[in-house]
């Protein structure tokens, strides 16, 4: 267990000077309110904040920053409120410990939107001041560090979000020690089975080229100093999850990763670093496209290095990356190396760019009000930017892989996204579905005339673009649906020989009906008739007297709320929030089972369709039609899964892979073989099986199978 003085030690390791009195204040007050708390690990809760403060005084923080990684956990868990806080330990620390708290005192209808609305609030408050965001990774760390403690379903959620939320944010941070940890513990839990079977393989592989490691270190170094130039050859093996996310993307098997091991060239200079690429490449053959100069364009949390793939020793690749002692320190320790608050210092406006991103992120986020976009939104900003492409006047635009001219467009200014026309690449017109490339100059050219539509957002990758896009469309959306909510409502009056006039004369009675079925105006409940959520009998039933309401003829109107203790259920096993008798069915697109997180999507006369929440046809459905859904329990119905397994081909393979879905269990009801040029065997199966438990067994006993190379459950 870390002790205090440990973390008294490490600030005066990079503080000689330092004042630690409210450090050690902090200490105090934690532990008087954690007393007698425990962690599930059994150690006293004091243990968590004090290792939490420690990970801070790793990066080198001011004395506010740890104080409040001391004190972070005792407006959640302790009597503790935040107006104390400021009073004994001031502004600064309250400000950090109120944006890491969670807003664990508000009841949320799903575990999405309480999710969505921490994160939301992280974002605000680190905008405000970035040490928030440092604290709650620290505090994420040492979770992660712990997790074992946790039930196994809590563990696997914990994991994703670590690896889609977290450890991107440490990368944009550019704190490399702490984003690869975090990446390596979240792939252990989310794939335990995976990691121990990568992990044991990688340690026997480079336990058998150790000695042509050394050998490649000592040749670049005695290389290097032909040429005058003194320098560091280091080599590293890549973290895990960096391997494992290879093999994913490309579809190779462990033998076919030949970059284990990235060697990087430390030197004195920038101008070193060019000298030592050309040496390098006079050595061994560089492989094309794989180089890439981050010291002319830095990535966005200031990283720079020159990367290189070449053909080494024995005709095997190596990643090379070339830097300067100060550029090697800014990768490992990213803000810490350049700390905003040291000393009192500011930093320059140069260095201040590092948050620009922050500020896009939240400007960007304002209007997704859903929050599962939101939730899309931030993952999708916080993977690296990799293609730079210039405006006409060379202005420089950073965008992720795969980005196209509306997501240029809508970077220049959201009115030239909406009207953007056309796009000319290099001076030569290009479709909107053309993917920018490195060194691109674009020019958008727009029309009043144009506007965007619901294909756009196949062809978008920023999340710039995509609010923007939904936000049109569903102010577009909006306004359809206010006009037909009122033609139908209109309709079904005259039925009942009632004037809707009169309803929308009569402002205090529509804000009565209104309020009465769940909505803030009249204007909202009329386009949730029109987008199918409510049906007009339903409000005519709120106009008419009481005695009079059972004598409104038409169909019967959804129960406006489900009874205590048995929510309202759909077909397929479904709960529908709010709603009962709607006809339900599975998207065929993702086939959704038991224990998968779901989302439910109103379609005109067809009733609600249930997608998995990773389906990629959620991204383009209409906000305002998503309603909230969930298992049911306790049905024992069986449920279609698509799977993809890749293998070696060779004799047997399809038999072994069938033999190993049926000893799980699950029925196959459809099977699909074909080969690949590089005698790779490509399966597609269709089985049944009872939920998401049964199905993760299925692709268990699949990846055993000697010869397997990937199982995937198709989306």
Known sequence: MIRLTDILDRIHSYLPDAETSLVEKAYIFSAKVHHGQVRLSGEP???????????????????????????HDTVEDTLATIEEIRELFGDDVALIVDGVTKISQITFRSQVHRQAENIRKMILAMSKDIRVLLVKLADRLHNMRTLEYQRANKRERIARETLEIYAPLASRLGIDWIKRELEDLGFAYQFPEEYENLKKAVETRLGQRRAYVEEVKELIARKMAEFGLSCRVLGRPKHLYSIYRKMRNRNLPLDEIYDLIAFRIILKTTQECYEALGIVHSLWKPVPGRFKDYISLPKANMYQSLHTTVIGPDGERMEIQIRTEEMDRVAREGIAAHWLYKEGKILSPEKARQFDWLNQLMEWQKDLEDPREFLESVRMDLFPNEVYVFTPRGEVKEFPQGATPIDFAYAIHTEVGHHCAGAKVNGRMVPLKYQLQNGDVVEIITSPHHTPSRDWLSLAKTSRALARIRHWIKTEEREKSLALG????????RKHRLDFNDLLKDRAKAAEVARALSFRT???????????????????????PAGAAGKAEGPAAPAEAPTEGAPPKGREGIVIEGVDNLLV?????????????????ITRGRGVTVHRESCRNVRSLEPGRRVEVTWAGGDEATYPARLKVIAEDKKGMLAAVSNAI??????????????????????????????????????????????????????
């Open 45 to 71: 809760y004091l243990s968590h904040p004090l290792a939490v403060a420690h990970i801070l005084a790793q990066l080198r923080l001011d004395m506010a920053s740890i104080a409040a990684g001391l004190l």
């Open 486 to 493: 009122r033609d139908l409502c209109l309709r079904e009056f």
């Open 522 to 544: 009249l204007d909202d409940l009329l386009v949730a008739v029109g987008y199918g959520k409510v049906s007009p009998v339903q409000v005519i039933r709120k106009v008419l």
């Open 585 to 601: 069915h599975l998207a065929r697109c993702c086939t959704p089972v038991p224990g998968d997180e779901v989302v439910g999507y």
């Open 662 to 715: 049926s000893a799980a269990e699950a029925n196959i009801l459809e099977a699909r073989v074909q080969t690949t040029p590089d005698h790779r065997a490509v399966f597609n199966f269709f089985v049944e099986v009872d939920d998401a438990a049964h199905l993760k067994r299925v692709l268990s006993g699949v990846r055993r199978v000697q010869g397997v190379i990937r199982v995937d459950r198709l989306r």
